[in-house]
């Protein structure tokens, strides 16, 4: 019987299929750009290959680009009709892809938990598990997938490091930073090269305002993301984020030349990246030049990629900043049109679709979307109150707090600029509390003080001076 680098088997009559797959399971760990090369040299030993197949389909489905659902589709075909002689925890890979392909992402999660149930060890599960829950907005199992075996493996087994990165960033995303900082810095001792736990612990520092070490920390650990993908677009972005906080504004637009955008590639994180940070930027009347027009070309290739809300609100605002009024309308029906075609009814009814995202589209990314095109459109009321009607819902769009704080910094101006001064207060008092050290948050709460009748000069002049001293606080 061959079996993987965990000691599970894997069902193929080719010792080169199987050392290839193991091989595709830690690049995907890793985030290395071999991935698509080993799992072709895995398929060409043996094309029957159940896993080598799943991960193919797998790895087609991560970039949520909806244009490669058929290629996808293929690879699942061949899992299928390898699978009948394969072991359980294969044919339940198998039925994960099927539903995620299908949109069914709790049913794909469900296989996932019930692989790990029998085999904890099955670290390519766990990851899976997470990654979609993290764009599910699911923090609870985000967090305890990784407690839970953690519990039931030894340290010994190898990619103990990466269960421990994933249990760091799901603590980070549930507010225990301290437990999460603990546990990514550990992983990142056990395994450099995960950029996962090393990103863990960057969340940690923004949620934090610690933003000297969040530079020192990226800083420090930079010089080893040379042969990683796009991921270090991410940490890079991440960089950025410290230094918008510290209002370093060229020093942002540097970065994102250098480094976030250096591949202008259509992958959806990496066009998330690049959006959320013209978007932050322009909310601080920085001009970003023809920056938009380029995000804008590619967003008009995915009107109709319905894959995540929370990607195709990003496509929207590209679509908006770049002056492109009639792609953003229809990119708003399309979403529109999704939640309406595809939601689902009772699971087991006739009616039921199994897309898991709709209701999602429909009840959030909709009316956030309308809030975001009236912001743009200066009809700031209007876009407070679309806003608002999602504010509590946001966590249900997916990706990180640090990803969805866009959205709360564009209520923030929109509130302001709309003349709803109380509650645009209360918004960035609750902001200057959670980010102490940011010039930033300090500055857009002393002009909102200036509107306000019932405070006086010397709030203003405190808020002030409070941002000018962190902004010269040594942090350059």
Known sequence: MITDARGLPLTTRSAA???????????????????PDTLRQALAADSRCVMANVLSGVALRLGANDALLSQARRHLASAETAAEGATTRERRHVAALRCWLAGDLLGANREYEAVLADTPEDVLALKLLTHNCFWLGDRARLRDAPERVLARVPASLPGYGYILGMRAFGLEESGDYAQAEKLGRVAVELQSADLWAQHAVAHVFEMQCRLKEGLDWLARLAPHWSGHTGFVYHLWWHRALYLFELERWDAVLRLYDAEIRRDKTDFAPDMVNAVALLWRLELRGVQVGERWQELADLAEQRLEDMAHPFNSLHFLMALLRAGRPRSAQRALEAMRNYARSQRPAEPGTPEWSGHTLAPVY????????????????????????????????????????????????????ASREGGYMALTRDLLAARTHAKADSADAWHSYARVLEFSRDLGGAAVAQARGDAIALRSKGLT
């Open 17 to 35: 299929a199987a050392e290839r797959t193991d091989a595709a399971v830690e690049q995907y760990l890793q985030f290395r750009p071999e991935l």
């Open 362 to 413: 429909g009840d959030v990314a909709v009316p956030v979307g309308e809030g975001l095109a009236a912001f743009h459109e200066t009809v700031h009321k209007r876009a407070t109150e679309l806003l608002m009607k999602s504010y509590g819902k946001f966590g249900s769009l997916g990706a990180s707090h640090a990803q969805r704080d866009v959205f709360v910094l564009t209520l923030m101006q």
